[in-house]
């Protein structure tokens, strides 16, 4: 039972350890992306598209092609979509709040308009797209790993996506904390100013960690349809977990080994009311509102402990001008 | 042939629009050897070594390094030429190490190795007698540390000439003695070393050579042992130049404010007010003299209300009630309904007194907001307000509609003393009213700030042209490092007088009474 529950939580958590992954690094940057959630979408339609086409055009699947078209596809459309946002926000100097959030209700609507008009394309009666052969693929476990009994269970028993969502996070960590471009990234997000005078190129780092940040984060929208929905696309089936990767950012104090363990705990409050028995819907509701109470608590806490390093890069959300006499 | 010459300039010419921030000015520093540039604000100091560390570009004259002219076109071409500048403001990051902030942009093809760094920071920190930890957190450290800092930065990135731009400005006495004796250090490794400054004392116990500033242009050259305090003065001030403006004689004065013994540390710890004791007469202007940032704008402030006292009063002998009341128990809008007035012109013209987007006349009721009766603006009188105001001081603008922001700074000054002087007050200060304006608009404020004297007004007048408060000003208090270091008349002083106040510190007055003046 209680492996079930990790598992499940472990699965859930996944989606938003991308997401947060994503946002840390363009965080560190220096720019607040709350594109987040539509690029989430985006990522997820640009790999259910790609996945659909290939289905469509072959009836022998190649496992790896089934992995790889659908990968590439989702990291080149939200690759796009953080190219838009460090455009307006890097280049232009727009707002990036504002900015943001036009990606996200943009990504939105792309998502659902592409997720409800792709089955056209084919004469079906399903209802929506469910692109189950490609799902198995992306499900595939470790063979020993239902040998294993609990061990397995809670280890051993995810797609490949979950695997990378960890590694991609401890290698940013890694990158961040102990290389010299890690420090370099952080001084553009804190003060661009000194990066800028100590020779370091603010807009190559503000560009290339936005767009890799988002790329991340659009692998968390792949795993969802893929790996956790069973490759079926539904309008809106995402839900809030772009913003809850977002307030798990602000939970794991911009850390993304921290946001690991955070993933885990936000998934199991995501689970955990239906492991109660007899439960009403409003006491369901009020479980999911648990990762934010969770994550303001934890602003509350590190506001007023005011411990410089857990505090967000100094110059978040504001453009960099140099100055010019 | 390699020469002993470390940096030569020759006939350095700068200007920023019409503005001639350097004009031919020729200098050169030698391996060993320490040059002080010295010269008042707006000297061009700056400027001129930001042409050497490539920040600006000069429009004409050459520079050569060890005998090899060389075109410094970015800061990133001044370190190859292994010249580094400590500025005045601190570029690091608050958040990372010390040897994180030192080693920050280098690029390393030996990887990245920080244990190997602090071992070659620690080397560097040991030649020289530095004190620093490379492990602690820039936001941890004093003034002095980060100061430190920025030094080993350019020294790890192997700069053989160093430029310090004003080191000892943000230092106490302490620490100023020890960074002195880094330097001296640093000259007997044989670095070449400039630092700017306008503490005569710094000069005349730290240098070899002293260059002279004044007004963009070069002075001269001197031997540090071949000179004294007055020949440096001189040349610094330069000789007075006449004016002609109006100056009357005060008529009934008598003590309107009567400042006594106060104090104040600001936020960093600094004490930017010491001991500060004057009285303001009515019918009388009072100028206030100094080198930027001794403590002006905070001596204002406090008898606005606008800055927090740790010490002493400020007592106001009011002319209606005759009683005298004390504004250090005051509120700002208490102090304002008394009749003080501020008229603030800070170093952006409209960062206090006005709001850019908003029009002339919603500047003007930004004063008189509370005097609204209903729930609407009433925009009448205001507007009356700002068209008188346009029509006296001449200010050029389409309309009285057209947001503060787009006019002329000079226009913007216009309008900032004139509402305040239409209050009708007591007390009015004005800090640089006439920075950055035209010789007619500047003219124009002086025939305001003599008006208002005539009337009776206490004027405070805070000025940077040594010319224009001796010829404007009845009396004139010079501070320096947050002390009157003296009141003089505005009819018999000279200009070299004053500038020796000016250059008087804090620290150095106190080493003049402890008679033991650090010097070699």
Known sequence: MLATIIQRAVMQGTPLLFGSTGEILTEKSGHLNLGIPGIM????????????????????????????????????????????????????????????????????????????????????????????????????????????????????????????????????????????????????????????????????????????????????????????????????????????????????????????????????????????????????????????????????????????????????????????? | MKSNVALELKNITKTFGSVVANKNVSIQVKKGEILSILGENGSGKTTLMNMVSGIYYPDSGEMFIDGDPVTIASPKDAFNYKIGMIHQHFKLVDVFSAAENIILGLEDKNGFNMTEYVKKIKEITDLYGFDLDPYKKIYEMSVSEKQTVEIIKVLFRGADILILDEPTAVLTPQETVKLFAVLRK???????????????????????????????????????????????TEMMVGKKISLNIERSEPQNSEDRLVVNKINCINREGVKVLDDVSFTARSGEILGIAGIAGSGQRELLEAIAGLQYLND??????????????????????????????????????????????????????????????????????????????????????????????RLSGGNVQKILVGREIASSPTVLMAAYPVRGLDINSSYTIYNLLNEQKQKGVAVIFVGEDLDVLLELCDRIMVIGGGRVTGIVDGRTATKEEIGLLMTKTADEQKQDKGGAVENE
């Not at chain 2, 930004?366 to 005097?371: E, F, I, V």
């Open chain 1, 41 to 325: 979408y985006v990522g997820a339609i640009s790999g259910v598209a790609g996945a659909f086409l290939y289905e469509q055009s072959t009836a022998m699947l190649n496992p790896f092609l089934a992995v790889f078209i659908p990968l590439i596809c989702c990291l080149i459309g939200s690759m796009f979509m953080g190219l838009i946002y460090c455009f307006l926000t890097v280049t232009l100097r727009a707002n990036q709040n504002v900015t943001g959030l036009a990606l996200t209700t943009f990504g939105i609507g792309i998502g659902n308009f592409f997720g409800g008009s792709l089955i056209k394309l084919v004469d079906t009666d399903v209802p929506s797209i469910s692109l189950s052969t490609t799902s198995v693929i992306f499900k595939t476990q470790i063979p020993f790993a239902n040998k294993m009994g609990w061990f397995g269970d809670v280890f051993f028993s995810y797609g490949f996506l979950v695997y990378v969502a960890i590694i991609v996070a401890l290698i940013s960590s890694y990158v961040l904390n102990k290389t010299r471009v890690g420090l370099h990234l952080r001084s553009v997000g804190e003060s661009p100013e000194t990066a800028d005078a100590a020779g370091i190129n603010v807009t190559k780092y503000k560009y290339v960690s936005t767009c890799i940040g988002s790329a991340i984060a659009g692998l968390g929208g792949l795993y969802y349809v893929m790996d956790y929905a069973n490759g079926v696309w539904s309008n809106n089936g995402f839900g809030d977990r772009g913003w809850l990767s977002i307030a798990l950012v602000i939970f794991s104090v911009w850390r993304p080994s921290l946001s690991i363990l955070g993933s885990i705990l936000f998934g199991f409050l995501y689970v955990i009311p239906t492991y109660i028995p007899n439960i009403t819907v409003s006491t369901k509701i009020l479980f999911e509102m648990l990762p934010y109470v969770v994550t303001i608590l934890v602003l509350v806490i590190t506001s007023i402990r005011d411990k410089k390093e857990n505090q967000p890069p100094a110059s978040l959300g504001l453009a960099y001008f140099r100055e010019e006499r």
């Open chain 2, 312 to 405: 002493g009063e400020v007592l106001y002998n009011n002319p209606k009630t005759k009683t005298t009341e004390n504004l250090r128990d005051k509120t700002p809008i208490q102090i304002r309904q008394l009749g003080v007035r501020l008229a603030f012109v800070p170093e952006d013209r409209l960062g206090m007194g006005l709001v850019g987007n908003m029009d002339i006349v919603d500047n003007m009721m930004l004063r008189s907001y509370k005097k609204g009766k209903s729930a609407f603006l009433q925009r009448k009188s205001p507007k009356s307000l700002a068209e008188e105001i346009i029509d006296r001081l001449e200010v050029v603008t389409p309309s009285t509609s057209t947001p503060v922001r």
């Open chain 2, 186 to 232: 640093m000259r007997e490794s044989g670095k070449a070393i400039i630092i700017i400054t306008h503490k005569l004392h710094e000069v005349l116990s730290l240098s070899d050579s002293v260059a002279v500033l004044r007004k963009g242009e070069y002075i001269g050259t001197v031997k540090t042992a071949e000179t004294n305090e007055s020949q440096l």
